[in-house]
């Protein structure tokens, strides 16, 4: 400021003027960023059909079974295992999103809420020996799984291209001058 005294007054108005519209464009473009923040986040999870697949697995030892319910909190299907003369059961290796509502994944029979497709494989193994009887099922999705969320990159990403924009409108400023 001290150099806007010295210097025209007029053309220190219309540098201040400038400045102040450079900074206006700025907070613009920051509230468009931070507006657009929303539109990066994960959708919200949907069913196409209506319905999760569930897709049971059966090995050696034994077998499994399933029925579906539906109530106001969503899908729930009860996994029930049935061991081969010889055999018991061990666990349950479930591939996908769901929620444990009865039981836990060694009970024979458990209650889940689905919130995606899920893989079942019942475990067995020879009464009296040690292990199971099958290996656990192997994730055979063609699809990669997710890793990370990108959000914060894209974030940073706008925010620098915004700072860059800023940078260059003061550099036009001052060579106004």
Same mark, same amino acid.
């Given at each position: 400021?001290?150099?806007?005294?010295?210097?025209?007054? !007029? =053309?220190? +108005?219309? $540098?201040?003027? %400038?400045?102040?519209?450079?900074?206006?464009?700025?907070?613009? /473009? +920051?509230? *468009?960023?931070? =507006? /657009?923040?929303?539109?990066? /986040?994960? @959708?919200?999870?949907?069913?196409?059909?209506?319905? %999760?697949? *569930?897709?049971?697995? !059966?090995?050696?030892?034994?077998?499994?079974? %399933?029925?579906?319910?539906?109530?106001?909190?969503?899908?729930?299907?009860?996994?029930? =295992?049935?061991?081969? !003369?010889?055999?018991?059961?061990?666990?349950?290796?479930?591939?996908?999103? %769901?929620?444990?509502?009865? $039981?836990?994944?060694?009970?024979?029979?458990?209650?889940?809420? +689905?919130?995606?497709?899920?893989?079942?494989?019942?475990?067995?193994?020879?009464? $009296?020996?040690? $292990?199971?009887?099958?290996? @656990?099922?192997? !994730?055979?999705? @063609?699809?990669?799984?997710?890793?990370?969320?990108?959000?914060?990159?894209?974030?940073?990403?706008?925010?620098?291209?915004?700072?860059?924009?800023? =940078?260059?409108?003061?550099?036009? /400023?001052?060579?106004?001058?």
């Amino acid at each position: 400021m001290s150099s806007c005294v010295l210097s025209d007054s !007029n =053309a220190c +108005l219309k $540098g201040m003027i %400038y400045m102040k519209k450079i900074f206006a464009v700025l907070i613009a /473009a +920051l509230i *468009v960023v931070f =507006a /657009a923040v929303p539109a990066f /986040a994960s @959708p919200s999870p949907t069913k196409s059909s209506g319905k %999760y697949k *569930v897709t049971m697995h !059966n090995q050696n030892g034994g077998s499994g079974s %399933y029925t579906e319910q539906w109530d106001k909190d969503g899908e729930h299907v009860t996994l029930k =295992a049935h061991p081969n !003369n010889g055999f018991t059961f061990t666990k349950w290796v479930i591939d996908g999103d %769901y929620e444990i509502v009865k $039981g836990k994944l060694t009970d024979d029979e458990i209650v889940l809420k +689905l919130k995606s497709d899920i893989d079942v494989t019942p475990q067995f193994k020879k009464e $009296g020996g040690s $292990g199971s009887a099958v290996s @656990p099922s192997q !994730n055979t999705s @063609p699809e990669s799984p997710k890793t990370g969320d990108s959000t914060p990159l894209v974030i940073t990403l706008i925010s620098l291209s915004v700072l860059a924009l800023g =940078a260059v409108g003061v550099k036009l /400023a001052v060579s106004k001058k």
